[in-house]
Nanobody, 125 residues
Framework: QVQLVESGGGLVQPGGSLRLSCAAS????????MGWFRQAPGKEREFVAA????????SYQASVKGRFTISRDNAKNTVYLQMNMLKSEDTAVYFC??????????????????WGQGTQVTVSS
């Protein structure tokens, strides 16, 4: 049984920063690609960023590239999302997810099997 638990969300002013963490339990974490997604009210869940199992390759949604950084520490079974220069349009519930396919990075919700419960990020003055 794999469990993913996100933390680090909160209220931040535009231009501010937050770092989200996702702690994973389960022996296969270090072999799986991981992703961050977000969902704003009334909108579909969308891809934000992903990282390969070894951390050597990352992928980002165009709107966050240059502002967000995904990383992982397999020794701690944790994946991170550093978010800088936050904008009001970044407001959403952020989810981490685990891809068990053993293939290349996917930006599709359907490729990810395990999901955390989400953490709220609100960017507002």
């Amino acid at each position: 049984q794999v469990q993913l638990v996100e933390s680090g969300g909160g209220l931040v002013q535009p231009g501010g920063s937050l770092r989200l963490s996702c702690a994973a339990s389960g022996r296969m974490f270090s072999s799986d690609n991981m992703g961050w997604f977000r969902q704003a009210p009334g909108k579909e869940r969308e891809f934000v960023a992903a990282i390969t199992w070894g951390g050597g390759y990352t992928s980002y949604q165009a709107s966050v590239k240059g502002r967000f950084t995904i990383s992982r520490d397999n020794a701690k079974n944790t994946v991170y999302l550093q978010m800088n220069m936050l904008k009001s349009e970044d407001t959403a519930v952020y989810f981490c997810a685990e891809d068990r396919r053993n293939q290349g990075i996917s930006t599709l919700v359907s490729s990810y099997v395990y999901w955390g419960q989400g953490t709220q990020v609100t960017v507002s003055s």
